[in-house]
């Protein structure tokens, strides 16, 4: 029995290496977390566009989300990637916390905070977190 032709099955977006960046765990490396971010995406929309205009800033805010956690809850460094998927872009980052993260609730008479967790389950399709001795991996899978 012949198979049968299915087209081509390679993504020109395959042509996009991941992007692994390390951080110090400074304030600033929440900054330097969102610029790798918009490096990635840049190069990726620049081959295949985002299906929707939103599906970048959600990237770019879920990455500020979760360096900023990565940055107030687990000392020390942590290390960003970001690769293409069939269908997304995933995000790992991995921190020196064990610790899983938990939602807070949000209360604004206290100076904010607590929507972030909210925020990453509200716009990505999976996530996941990989705790081990050493720190943990959260993984994130959004739409492109």
């Known amino acids: 029995m012949a198979a049968e032709q299915r087209g081509d099955d390679t993504l020109a977006s395959q042509d996009i290496e991941s992007r692994t960046v390390g951080f110090t765990g400074a304030p600033a490396d929440v900054t330097g977390a969102r610029l790798a971010a918009e490096d990635f995406?840049?190069?990726l929309a620049g081959v295949s566009?985002?299906?929707?205009?939103?599906y970048w800033h959600d990237i770019v805010l879920i990455v500020t989300e979760l360096a900023a956690n990565a940055v107030q809850y687990a000392p020390g460094p942590f290390e960003l990637r970001l690769r293409r998927t069939f269908d997304g872009v995933h995000v790992t980052l991995h921190d020196t916390s064990a610790t899983p993260p938990t939602p807070r609730p949000f209360n604004p008479g206290t100076g904010g905070g607590g929507i972030g967790w909210?925020?990453?389950?509200?716009?990505c399709t999976q996530v996941s977190v990989v705790a081990a001795d050493r720190g943990?991996?959260?993984h994130v899978f959004l739409p492109w």
């Open 41 to 43: 995406l840049r190069a």
């Open 49 to 54: 566009p985002p299906a929707a205009p939103e």
């Open 118 to 123: 909210h925020l990453v389950h509200a716009l």
């Open 136 to 138: 943990k991996d959260v």
